[in-house]
């Protein structure tokens, strides 16, 4: 059983920064892909950004693109969420995920990734 825990998140003034982590236990990191989804209060979660096996191709969702950066460490079965220049609307639940198999692409939607952790708040005040 794959089992993801995520920390980093909080309350952070617009403009601000957070980074949040993603650990996963045992052998399950390489060679999947991980990404990170986000889920507003009465929206439907959705995609942030995700990184193939080996850490050299990133996606991103358009409005994040150019302020957050998704990274990991293979060695350490974690995967990072750097955001910078925080905005109101980037405040979210943030949840991280392993996709479900080996993909050729940066899978983006939820239906590619099948294991998820429980979820970090991120609020973001103006």
């Known amino acids: 059983q794959v089992q993801l825990v995520e920390s980093g998140g909080g309350l952070v003034q617009a403009g601000g920064s957070l980074r949040l982590s993603c650990a996963a236990s045992g052998r399950t990191f390489s060679p999947y892909a991980m990404g990170w989804f986000r889920q507003a209060p009465g929206k439907e979660r959705e995609f942030v950004a995700s990184i193939n096996w080996n850490g050299h191709s990133t996606w991103y969702v358009d409005s994040v693109k150019g302020r957050f950066t998704i990274s990991r460490d293979n060695a350490k079965n974690t995967v990072y969420l750097q955001m910078n220049s925080l905005k109101p609307e980037d405040t979210a639940v943030y949840y991280c995920?392993?996709?479900?198999?080996?993909?050729?692409?940066?899978?983006?939607?939820?239906?590619?990734?099948?294991?998820w952790g429980q979820g970090t708040q991120v609020t973001v005040s103006s």
């Open positions: 995920a392993r996709s479900r198999r080996y993909y050729t692409y940066n899978p983006d939607t939820q239906y590619e990734y099948n294991y």
